[in-house]
């Protein structure tokens, strides 16, 4: 587990606005263009605003401009990637791609590991992601 300065995930009312909307709307993975329309902020308000709730252990960052809220229930957690397969599909944003033997591994002995890792590549660039967390 890994966890930020041991602070508690306290939100001001404008992260709180933020993680109940996307929640609402069933997008616990979310986009800085998403941000800026739900807090009508601009781009660079919107990133700074993610930064803080990243370093906070509220989101975690799964590439530049994407992002997925830590559940609550997890505490002090500050890294999460949630389900592999559905991480893939996002990052990979409707380009073809595959998962790596590791990650079908991963999936295969998830009941016996705490880490969760995610390895996905793209048919085109082949162009390789990794995310890991718990």
Request: with cysteine.
């Amino acid at each position: 587990m890994r966890y930020r300065n041991n602070k508690l995930k306290i939100l001001g009312p404008q992260a709180a606005h933020l993680v109940v909307t996307l929640y609402e709307q069933n997008k616990p993975i979310f986009r800085l263009k998403e941000v800026q329309k739900i807090l009508r902020l601009d781009e660079v308000s919107s990133r700074n605003f993610v930064r803080k709730l990243v370093n906070r252990g509220v989101a975690t960052r799964l590439k530049p401009g994407l992002f997925i809220l830590v559940p609550f229930e997890l505490g002090k957690e500050a890294e999460y990637i949630g389900n592999p397969f559905v991480v893939a599909r996002e990052i990979m944003g409707g380009k073809d791609y595959f998962l790596s033997h590791a990650t079908a591994m991963d999936n295969s002995w998830r009941s016996y590991s705490a880490s969760i890792s995610c390895l996905c590549n793209d048919f085109e660039t082949t162009q390789v992601y990794y995310c890991t967390g718990h």
